[in-house]
């Protein structure tokens, strides 16, 4: 069975530092792109993917976290991660992970697994 299982959200002041993980079951990480996303309180999940690690060990990251968040994985772990730093109060979010079988997905309807969130807060 295929799943997808973040943790590591939590409450966290303006300008401090969350590191969420994304464990899969059911398949290996090694030739899936790997995404994140977010659905802030009150909007939809935004269509396009937050930041990418793509198979080949290449990343994407959209404008609105470029330089505050950094996507990484551990194949042998089949796990992985978002280190966002300098958080802001815009940031608060559920955010998912999701994996792409042809690896080079952007918008969450070209993605195959999801994840069912967690919740991240940002105060201010």
């Known amino acids: 069975q295929v799943q997808l299982v973040e943790s590591g959200g939590g409450l966290v002041q303006s300008g401090g530092s969350l590191r969420l993980s994304c464990v899969a079951s059911g398949f290996t990480l090694d030739y899936y792109g790997m995404g994140w996303f977010r659905q802030a309180p009150g909007k939809e999940r935004e269509e396009g993917v937050l930041c990418m690690s793509l198979y080949d060990g290449s990343t994407y990251y959209g404008d609105s976290v470029k330089g505050r968040f950094t996507i990484s994985r551990d194949n042998a772990k089949n796990t992985v991660y978002l280190q966002m730093d300098n958080l802001k109060p815009d940031d608060t979010a559920v955010y998912y992970c999701?994996?792409?079988?042809?690896?080079?997905?952007?918008?969450?309807?070209?993605?195959?697994?999801w994840g069912r969130g967690t919740q991240v807060t940002v105060s201010s």
């Open positions: 999701a994996a792409d079988s042809a690896g080079n997905a952007y918008y969450a309807r070209d993605f195959d697994y």
